[in-house]
């Protein structure tokens, strides 16, 4: 049956099912009378809701008709349920944001699967799978080096006792020891550099000057057998210099003038004649 469409204050009607209900203009809606009641006024507040187990809740199974869950109970301080379903889309960028927000703690028995980012600042126990980064190692002491012991698996050497001492390998684990190693091969000698350019060889010094030729000595007086003339003097020699072409042939001395002839008388001996000399300089010596 369908409900009358004006009702007034405390009509009734008789569902379907049988069941009696009751219009209220007070809260402009119809409430169904219970089993038992007589009275077709309606109670505003009622101190229990008949029927219902213990911690399950009360909810409209249909219009006027109430019903109680059997997946979700409360006692009181825990909510239960068989499942839940939270249809909420709202981004989570904080632990106060989101379709879910939980104050304290959430302990999940079974798989988690996370569609998006998990967000943490701190993780405990196993993680499966590879990090692409990692701020530390686990494990381990100080001074101790880290190396893999097998694939996926990291173990660690112990640290070193005492100062120049060197990590080995004894052939079936990294150990310390004071014995250097092996000296290196030795080096290959570097190639020869190139050769410099030659030098530039230098010029030729300037040609001295030509030396200056010697003046002739004057003509001896003629007369009386006499001694000779004196040999005029030599010209001063060139300065040294590199040696130069060959100097003009000298210019000979002029003959001197003839001497006055001297009274008949015996005859003097023959005067030694004058000598008449070319004087060559040591330059031209040497371009000779």
Request: glycine letters at 22%; a neutral charge.
């Amino acid at each position: 049956m369908s409900f009358p469409s004006s009702p007034t204050n405390g009509q009734t009607a008789v569902a379907g099912n049988g069941v009696t209900y009751v219009y209220s203009t007070v809260t402009n809606a119809w409430s169904r009378i219970g089993t038992g009641v007589t009275s077709v006024n309606i109670a505003v507040t009622a101190t229990n809701i008949a029927s219902g187990a213990t911690n399950q809740l009360p909810y409209q199974s249909n219009s006027g008709v109430t019903a109680f869950s059997n997946g979700l109970t409360f006692n009181g301080t825990t909510f239960t349920a068989t499942n839940a379903s939270i249809p909420g889309t709202s981004g989570s960028i904080s632990t106060t944001s989101g379709a879910l927000q939980v104050a304290g703690g959430v302990g999940v028995g079974g798989g988690l699967y996370v569609g998006g980012v998990v967000t943490a600042t701190l993780h405990v126990g196993n993680l499966t799978g590879t990090a692409t980064t990692a701020t530390n190692i686990a494990g381990g002491a100080t001074n101790q080096i880290h190396y893999q012991t097998g694939a996926g698996v990291t173990g660690f050497v112990t640290a070193p006792v005492s100062s120049n001492t060197y990590l080995s390998w004894n052939g079936s684990a990294f150990v310390w020891t004071s014995t250097a190693g092996p000296q290196g091969p030795q080096g290959v000698a570097g190639s020869n550099g190139p050769q410099g350019p030659q030098g530039v060889a230098g010029s030729n010094g300037p040609q001295g000057p030509q030396g200056v030729a010697g003046a002739q000595g004057p003509q001896g007086p003629s007369g009386s057998n006499g001694s000779a003339g004196a040999q005029g003097p030599q010209g001063p020699s060139g300065s040294n210099g590199s040696a130069g072409a060959q100097g003009p042939q000298g210019v000979a001395g002029a003959q001197g003038p003839q001497g006055p002839s001297g009274p008949s008388g015996p005859a003097g001996s023959g005067g030694s004649g004058g000598t008449a000399t070319d004087t060559i300089s040591p330059f031209m010596l040497a371009g000779m």
